[in-house]
Nanobody
Framework: QVQLVESGGGLVQAGGSLRLSCVASGRTFSSYAMGWFRQAPGKEREFVATISRSTQITDYADSVKGRFTISRDNAKNTVYLQMNALKPEDTAVYYC???WGGGAPKTEAGFGSWGQGTQVTVSS
């Protein structure tokens, strides 16, 4: 069972930046696509970004395109989410997830392992 541990969340003013990290246990990190999701209070969890195992494919939710960048370092078993130009509506718990395979899925069904989440709060 893989363990995913997120870090990097916090409180930031609107317009600021944060970088989230997610470290995965095990030796098969490079075989799987990775993704980020978020859940705001009172809302369902939603897709944010995904990256294929080879980094050749990335995709984003329309709400974060041009502001967020997903990347990965397979040598460090780590996936990142660089978040720039943050808005109050980006406030949520952000979850890292490992896909079932190597593609770049965009739905929760495509991911089989989840981290515990890290809180991001953007003040206006």
């Amino acid at each position: 069972q893989v363990q995913l541990v997120e870090s990097g969340g916090g409180l930031v003013q609107a317009g600021g930046s944060l970088r989230l990290s997610c470290v995965a246990s095990g030796r098969t990190f490079s075989s799987y696509a990775m993704g980020w999701f978020r859940q705001a209070p009172g809302k369902e969890r939603e897709f944010v970004a995904t990256i294929s195992r080879s980094t050749q494919i990335t995709d984003y939710a329309d709400s974060v395109k041009g502001r967020f960048t997903i990347s990965r370092d397979n040598a460090k078993n780590t996936v990142y989410l660089q978040m720039n130009a943050l808005k109050p509506e980006d406030t949520a718990v952000y979850y890292c997830a490992r896909a079932w395979g190597g593609g770049a899925p965009k739905t929760e069904a495509g991911f089989g392992s989840w981290g515990q989440g890290t809180q991001v709060t953007v003040s206006s």
